[in-house]
């Protein structure tokens, strides 16, 4: 069976680097915006980013693959769509929360942080059974 780990926490967490040494491949939407070992955000393409995501996703789990997937998830309803693509695939689903407080790697201004942690949404009994730590 295969598995679809989901790392979710506010920028800086560690979420990104757990998901990097956690032996499956792994992607984040952040890995959309980059060019040439460059970053270059931009909000207008933030759904797309997800999009893609969610396709690598899907890929590798069609394939046979694990798959770890690294972003904030900060709303539940973005974790739904993953919840759907490991059913699809008869693939197990675990979620793993990071709370580590590091230097976030895109220099997001503390304001946009506090907004973030503020519309943090907790996890429900149901999806905390999935969680590891």
């Known amino acids: 069976m295969t598995t679809i780990t989901l790392y ?8 990104s680097t757990k ?5 499956p491949d792994y992607v984040e939407a952040d890995m959309f915006f ?16 997800h999009i893609w995501c969610q396709s690598i996703a899907r890929f590798n789990l069609q394939q046979g693959k694990d798959i ?4 904030t998830f900060i ?3 973005e974790i739904d769509i993953y919840l759907k693509i490991a ?3 008869n693939a197990k689903v675990q979620i793993i929360e990071c709370s580590g407080n590091f230097q976030n790697t895109h220099n997001i201004p503390q304001f946009k942080l506090d907004s973030m942690k503020d519309r943090w949404e907790e996890l429900p009994i149901n999806l905390q059974k999935l969680c590891i730590n």
């Open 68 to 71: 770890a997937v690294s972003n």
């Open 8 to 15: 979710r926490g506010l920028p800086g967490s560690g979420k």
């Open 19 to 23: 998901a990097k040494s956690s032996g």
């Open 34 to 49: 980059m060019r040439n070992g460059r970053y270059l955000y931009d909000n207008k393409k933030i759904k797309d980013a």
């Open 87 to 89: 059913k699809a695939y």
């Open 75 to 77: 709303a539940l309803h």
